[in-house]
């Protein structure tokens, strides 16, 4: 089915040997989206970022926040620490991660105001996620989570796709998916909710086997409301995002390359509003050779 070739697309893009994933658009999110491959290959502990602020009719000013991502052996994403100054106070926020035997994602642990918050993944014989369990749990003290979220999924495959559906802790459905490729570069997400019977729809652009788009459009509109546009290296790397809300340039991104080793040296963020610009200059550490 073309689905599952489009699929099949979408996960053969670590083979190529890329940097960062950017198979669903999360790159520089608060999910792993770095190429464990890559990582694992060249031993890579830790990479941390310097910040530094230019604002608009402003110098680039170096602050003393830190962005650090640290790596297991295997090259997953484990933690990522954010380290900010605010007003001569540092604070440390922490996201960590968890996998299983066979690298798969089983659990994810953020600060959630005076908590935790815990979601645990839960996979079938097809390695598809089919449970999602969200608890929260007191950051001080400790005390037994309690699950605030539960979510069981059902596949069912179509012709040209696949139909999840959501059934909730009490077993009750109350939410549908449907996934369609329509062609070899188009994948069609609509999502209804039965409680209020919202819709919303999002596409995924397909170029040279490479994500280019997503666009999300509210129920029965075709006007999208928000668009995240891609483009990559001759090598294939992630070199740029830009952001769009209900027509306006809102945000650009920037990545470079350090041209020998291929690892990310520098992200630039813009805000096309008021035209701050963020400045990530990366250092890698290598874990010490046995």
């Known amino acids: 089915m073309r689905i599952l070739l489009f699929v ?60 650090i991502y640290h790596f297991d052996t295997a090259g997953n994403m484990i933690q990522i620490e954010q380290i900010k100054n605010s007003n001569g106070k540092f604070e440390t926020t922490n996201q960590y991660f968890n996998y299983d035997s066979s690298a798969r994602l089983i659990e994810t642990k953020k600060v959630w105001g005076i908590n ?19 608890s929260l749990i007191r950051r001080e003290t400790q005390e037994l989570p309690s699950i605030i979220n539960y979510e069981r999924i059902e596949y069912i495959l179509l012709k040209d796709g696949c139909l999840k559906k ?19 570069d188009l994948l069609v997400e609509t999502e209804k909710w039965k409680m209020n019977s919202h819709a919303t729809r999002k596409e995924y652009l397909m170029e040279f086997g490479r994500l280019a788009a997503i666009t999300y459009y509210p129920e029965n509109i ?69």
């Open 166 to 184: 959501y059934y909730d802790e009490h077993k009750q459905l109350f939410k549908e998916q449907t996934i369609i490729s329509s062609d070899l």
């Open 8 to 67: 099949v697309i979408i996960l053969s893009q670590d083979s190529f040997g890329q940097f960062i994933s950017n198979n669903s658009g999360s790159a520089f999110s608060d999910q792993p989206f770095f190429n464990p491959t890559f990582i694992q290959a060249l031993n890579i502990q830790r990479l941390s970022a310097t910040i530094s602020i230019k604002k608009k009719n402003d110098a680039i000013r170096l602050t003393t926040d830190e962005l």
């Open 222 to 290: 075709d006007l999208p409301m928000e668009q995240n546009c891609f483009t990559y290296n001759t090598d294939g790397e992630l070199e740029s995002k830009e952001q769009l809300k209900d027509g306006t340039f809102i945000s650009e991104w920037q990545l470079l390359y350090d041209p020998k080793s291929k690892i990310i040296s520098a992200l630039i963020k813009q805000d096309k509003a008021s035209g701050t610009m963020e400045i990530f200059r990366f250092k890698e550490q290598k874990y010490s050779p046995k």
């Open 116 to 134: 935790w918050l815990i979601t645990h993944f839960n996979y079938d014989s097809l390695g598809r996620i089919h449970e999602k369990i969200e």
